[in-house]
């Protein structure tokens, strides 16, 4: 079976799974951001987005959800799609001594996208979280977000949450990705984030950067006009759950 239906009659099974139970809780978000960045590379060309989704948990601990935003880099690598629809599932288990564990499956879809090398990729996921820290492990089944030969390709992610208290969370975090078969595009990124919690709202600034520079001080990750997509950057957004 080819990788993109295996990945969604998996998530699919699981949210089955989590619709029979009669403990299931469904929830809805909707978000704009000045910037869309993900792992430090802007997805949206240094554009603001939309974004929304749709999440279903548990007691038991079994999830499963989905969640899209409007995209640009798709169009700049000479694509048509404009959207990124994800889909996941999996499952969160509290261990003894406060330790959070969290598997799953992300599946990340750009519809019509006309690209050579499919940009749309799965990935198999594991993360663990203990006070205020986390750590999470991703790892391709698929090429990489359109990468040929880029399968085993890997991101790790080290995050700290602080309660500053009234609604106040600091949020830095520092992560790795792997591009399997192509270091010149591998890369580290970092970022510092803090949100105010209002009424359903959670209004957010981070200060995101990737370091995407080589030789000569250009990026491998440039947009058609010339601009780093993974250069220093303020990004402000506001979210709403209900």
Known sequence: ????????????????????????????????????????????????????????????????????STIQWIRDAGGDASIELDVYGGYKAALPHGVTLDVGLLHYHYPSHRLAVSPDTTELYAGASLGVMSLKYSHAVTNLFGFADSRNSGYLDLGLAFDLGDGW????????????????????DLAVGVAKALNGWSLNATLVYADTERLGGTSVYDSPGGKDLGGAALTLGARLAF
């Open 1 to 68: 079976m080819k990788p993109i239906p295996t990945a969604f009659a998996i998530a699919a099974l699981i949210l089955a799974t989590a619709c029979q139970a009669d403990d299931g809780s469904l929830s809805f978000n909707a978000s704009a951001t000045t910037d869309y960045r993900y792992r430090g590379i802007s997805q949206s060309r240094l554009e603001p987005a939309l974004q929304g989704g749709a999440d279903l948990s548990t007691a038991s601990g079994l999830y499963a959800g989905t969640w899209a």
């Open 169 to 188: 969370t600091l949020n830095p975090r520092v992560g790795h990705q792997k591009v399997a078969g192509n270091d010149l595009y591998s890369y580290s």
